[in-house]
């Protein structure tokens, strides 16, 4: 019981495990719930998952019938039951952003439950998102919190773009740091270039042999010439003289960084991309411009649903993780720390309408030009924020400037 209680009585019970700074075990806890969430609803999300659910577990049909969620529990699937999950999880994070507000230190009663509780906030989450199913008047619910959603996805892409940018100039520094006591950092720092560009380079090729042809697809041509060139234009900037001059920690591994995330986004881009059907010899309809894996049709589809969903996943831990440190805070207003208090660690990251209502998770990222643009329009304004980093140093040379 002492474990579900709070944190004291979970470091009594559990002396095996490592010590932690309490503030870093409560980050980690409410990432945990976040994540958790997430893995839900993507769940919800699959029509994969819910077919293999109603083929293997006993009784399924009765059960859904049980709970009134109809015959093959469609009231828990689909893009509705996920903005009701959101819902009662964006309740729950707000009621404890507003408890934590004027918090001075982790003495006081508030702190304690901040930092405790941990199987009572749990049942609170799990109450919360399933009470969002119950709310009266779902069609205008839905349509309000579609809007609200919107908002809060942009904000969240931008913030994890500057995250994403800062993470780059952060492992950077803290590897370069370690040369001057272990030449073998130079070592790993090349190593790890040299796997960026690889992947980059690597991916980049691969996407002109699945979605180019030699007669047709030149918008994806161009896109993926004016992608590869803009990560030949941040690595040129990156390692330039007047950049070095101002910015020597600056190097060709945050570009390699920026670079795969280019070549990742373009990829999701380019296969949610609407198929293109055009008239062969022969008079049939022939789809151009996507691969050709034969039967398993929607491979690639798959591989953009397990990258974006490891990607965001290592996003919220990043964030949830870091982005309260000082450090972190001081990286999104464009300050850094100095590079010579920086101490090399492997792990640097841790400072001491109803048509939507059949969406699933596989074809979520397909088949739609405003997400395809969407995509394309974060990567660049990804590259953006890169060459501003490198860029805003010679603008304002009056400003100091640390990377």
């Known amino acids: 019981m002492a474990c579900c209680c709070g944190s004291a009585g979970c470091s009594l019970c559990c002396d095996c495990c490592p010590r932690i700074r309490q503030s870093l075990s409560t980050r980690f806890m409410y990432a945990l719930y976040f994540i958790l969430v997430v893995v839900l609803c993507c769940i919800m999300m699959s029509t994969t998952v819910a077919h293999k659910m109603k083929e293997h577990i006993p009784f399924f049909e009765d059960m859904c019938k049980g709970i009134k969620a109809g015959d093959t529990c469609e009231k828990l699937v689909g893009y509705s039951a996920v903005y009701r999950v959101c819902f009662g999880m964006a309740c729950f994070f707000f009621i404890f952003c507003l408890l934590t507000l004027k918090i001075n230190n982790s003495k006081s009663c508030r702190a304690h439950i901040h930092n405790g509780f941990w199987f009572f906030k749990l049942l609170l989450l799990g109450a919360m998102c399933s009470g969002a199913f119950f709310i009266p008047d779902q069609d205008t619910f839905l349509n309000a919190w579609r809007y609200v959603g919107a908002v809060g996805g942009f904000l969240f892409i931008g913030i994890q773009l500057l995250l994403l940018v800062e ?220 060459l501003c980093t490198l860029v805003a140093p010679l603008c304002c040379p009056t400003r100091e400037f640390s990377v």
Not at 282 to 307: A, S, W
Request: with cysteine; charged share 15%; net charge neutral.
């Open 167 to 386: 993470f780059a100039h952060k492992w950077n520094k803290n590897w370069t740091a370690g040369t001057a006591s272990n030449k073998l950092w130079y070592a790993s720092l090349a190593l790890v270039t040299l796997i960026m560009y690889s992947i980059a380079t690597g991916g980049l090729v691969l996407m002109a042999v699945f979605y180019t042809q030699k007669d047709g697809c030149m918008e994806n041509k161009i896109l993926l010439g004016v992608n590869g060139g803009l990560c030949v234009l941040i690595s040129l900037v990156a390692i330039s003289p007047c950049v070095q001059n101002r910015q020597p920690h600056s190097g060709l591994l945050q570009s390699g960084v920026i670079s795969c995330y280019v070549t990742y986004l373009t990829f999701s881009a380019l296969s949610s991309k609407p198929a293109e059907v055009v008239l062969d010899e022969h008079g049939k309809n022939v789809t151009i411009c996507v691969p050709d894996f034969g039967q398993d049709l929607y491979r690639d589809e798959n591989l953009v649903t397990i990258l974006g969903t490891s990607l965001l996943i290592g996003c919220i831990l990043y964030s949830c993780l870091t982005s309260t440190t000082r450090s972190s805070s001081d990286a999104l207003q464009g300050r850094y720390a100095a590079p010579e208090l920086e101490i090399a660690r492997c792990c640097f990251c841790f400072s001491p309408g109803g048509e939507y209502e059949s969406a699933n998770i596989e074809s979520f990222f397909s088949g739609s030009w405003s997400i395809f643009w969407v995509k394309m329009a974060s990567c660049w304004i990804c590259v953006l924020l890169y």
